[in-house]
């Protein structure tokens, strides 16, 4: 995610110099092969290339409005999550206690079994969102070379380290060998948690009441769970997805062959008055080819890059920011150790991840 106000310019310019540099190149070819060639059959009416134009302008509008309808409902499940977590955190801590126990345990035992719970909580949440960065075919941030200029220059935490050796920090052996053969790892882990409330309760640990709010609080966090998997692992549909990049391609294609013309005819209309400025003025349309042609290519980019808000982009829902977030106030709550709490994931070029 993005923290500084708005892009630079330079950002924009070298974000898709290479298109843009193709479409200065094509219409350059094309106004020679016109102009300079008298080639006079490259002349295609304007009024078609502009329904195209229209008809472009609106499904690309249509994807970049699911695109961050896509990364709206993202943020608000992760949201969810924050708030669920939270309350997870403060009824392990009051609902697990000595209370209505048959046989209370010790202070010791109790904190262990706090500590266990909110534990395994975060290893939940560690294993969520390496879930969430896990590639997908059609994502787009390992494909252009643009976009992984900005993944070298920022580092994901899920690239960094291991699951595997992050898990080590939260589970027991045992815990971290059976979650690790599962291929759902997150879901794993709830199962456990289950099993360790049921266990509590059996004990007298946590009274019936309790165990029901506790297991309420589960049954959230698997449907948060489920519906950031729903849009990590359903994309935006392809066949949209491909008639936009497809139609936005058509479009700059044809545009050159209706706008040059029109150029050179007003070129000639200024050569009585005007002359020098007339008869260069058909140049200008290089320029102003490039401009729209990049700005329709550009909004079909920007839709493509949001489809996906978990993929580790920096216009990205920063799960990995969010998770550790909520793993500071829960350890904080268990009263740790300052120095024992991890730092929250710096920034990098004004992204969090």
């Known amino acids: ?51 195209i134009g229209t008809a472009v302008a ?86 252009a070379k643009t976009n992984q200029e900005w993944r070298n220059m920022i580092h994901i935490p899920e690239e960094v380290s291991t699951l595997e050796d992050n898990l080590l920090m939260y589970l027991s052996d045992e815990e971290k060998e059976y979650v690790l053969s599962k291929n759902n790892k997150q879901t794993a882990i709830l199962y456990l948690q289950s099993r360790h409330i049921k266990a509590l309760k059996e004990k007298g640990i946590i009274w019936e009441f309790a165990f029901l709010e506790l297991e309420n609080v589960l049954e959230s966090l698997f449907t948060h769970q489920g519906k950031s998997e729903r849009i990590k692992n359903f994309p935006y549909p392809r066949q949209y997805a491909s008639l936009s990049l497809y139609l936005t391609r058509v479009f700059a294609i044809l545009l050159p062959f209706g706008l040059i013309p029109e150029f050179a005819d007003i070129g000639n209309s200024m050569s009585d008055s005007f002359y020098l400025v007339g008869k260069y003025f058909i140049w200008t349309a290089v320029p102003f080819c490039a401009i729209v042609s990049w700005a329709f290519h550009t909004m079909e980019r920007l839709a493509r890059t949001g489809e996906n808000p978990f993929e580790g982009g920096p216009n990205d829902v920063p799960i990995s920011t969010i998770a550790r977030g909520i793993e500071i106030d829960l350890r904080q709550m268990l009263d740790e150790n300052r120095d024992d709490i991890p730092s929250q994931f710096p920034e990098e070029k004004n992204v969090q991840m």
């Open 1 to 51: 995610m993005l923290t500084k106000k708005r892009y630079s310019v330079k950002d924009m310019v070298l974000w898709t110099r290479g298109e843009t540099l193709i479409y200065l190149l094509y219409a350059g070819v094309i106004t020679i092969l016109y102009h300079v060639f008298e080639f006079n059959f490259l002349n295609v009416p304007w009024t078609p290339v502009a329904l």
């Open 58 to 143: 609106f499904l690309v509008g249509f994807q970049n409005n699911s695109a961050y309808g896509r990364i709206w409902e993202a943020r608000k499940i992760w949201g969810a999550i924050v708030n669920t977590s939270r309350t997870w955190g403060m009824k392990v801590q009051d609902m697990v206690s000595n209370e209505y126990c048959d046989e209370p345990v010790s202070e010791d035992e109790l904190k262990q079994h706090k500590k266990s719970l909110v534990y395994r909580h975060i290893a939940w949440m560690t294993a969520l969102r390496y879930a969430m960065r896990q590639r997908k075919t059609w994502e787009t941030q390992h494909q």
